[in-house]
């Protein structure tokens, strides 16, 4: 009950089409969904977070959906650039629980 | 403000050898967490401390894991012996209220068992 699943585990877009990045859970107590992007070599960092009490945030290009009812959250990523490529982790948490991370999405976008 | 710092950047050893990885939180951080990343189980916690104290342990894999945070700008992990299957990308992590507040990760040690 406390996995995140993540997909797909390898993703290529071209350069200015849109990423997506999906992610289930099945704890409905998890409160708390951020996103964290990391590139060769980093660690990961924040990039966008969510509460369920909305069903979309967007910061720049990065938009997280959120549909409470299906359990599933995603990460979109509009006119996506070269200097997106990395992997991306989704994660979901309650109170003071630590995070619990998908597996990851490698994502390529080609020139 | 430097972020987190590990060392060392690289490690191979040999199984067998002890191998201690360090790291230094961004201070005034309350939690530090220990990750560990492959490609086969993504990013698996291994511990986390709140103010130099262990909470959960339940991620070390194995008695040959161990972690210490002796202050609250200092912690280590140490494998001993190391085996081949250790081989993965340790990394250290703070947190500053709660477990889950935004994660600083540092930028890895990646470990070599031969």
């Known amino acids: 009950q406390q996995q995140v699943k993540q997909s797909p585990q390898s993703l290529i877009v071209q350069k200015g089409g849109i990423s997506i990045i999906n992610c289930a859970y099945e704890?409905?107590?998890?409160?708390?969904f951020p996103w964290y992007q990391q590139f060769p070599g980093k660690g990961p960092a924040l990039l966008i977070a969510?509460?369920?009490?909305?069903s979309e945030k967007k910061e720049g290009r990065f938009t997280i959906s959120f549909n409470k009812s299906a359990k599933q959250f995603s990460l979109h990523i509009m006119d996506s650039q070269p200097g997106d490529s990395a992997t991306y982790f989704c994660?979901?948490?309650?109170?003071?629980?630590?995070?619990?991370f998908g597996k990851g999405t490698m994502l390529l976008v080609s020139p | 403000d430097a972020g987190v710092i590990q060392s060392p950047r690289h490690e191979v050893t040999e199984m067998g050898q002890e191998v201690t990885l360090r790291c230094k939180p961004i201070?005034?951080?309350?939690?530090l967490f220990w990750y560990r990343q492959t490609m086969m189980r993504g990013l698996e916690l291994l511990i986390y401390?709140?103010?130099?104290?262990?909470?959960?342990d339940s991620g070390m894999p194995e008695d040959r894991f161990s972690a210490k945070m002796p202050n609250a700008s200092f912690s280590t992990l140490k494998i001993q012996p190391s085996e081949p299957r250790d081989s993965a990308v340790y990394f250290c992590?703070?947190?500053?209220?709660?477990?889950?507040?935004?994660?600083?990760f540092g930028n890895g040690t990646r470990l070599t068992v031969t």
């Open positions: 992590a703070s947190s500053l209220k709660t477990p889950n507040s935004p994660l600083h």
């Open positions: 704890n409905t107590a998890f409160d708390y």
């Open positions: 969510i509460r369920p009490d909305v």
């Open positions: 994660a979901a948490t309650s109170g003071y629980s630590t995070l619990t």
């Open positions: 201070s005034g951080h309350d939690y």
């Open positions: 401390f709140n103010n130099n104290v262990p909470i959960d």
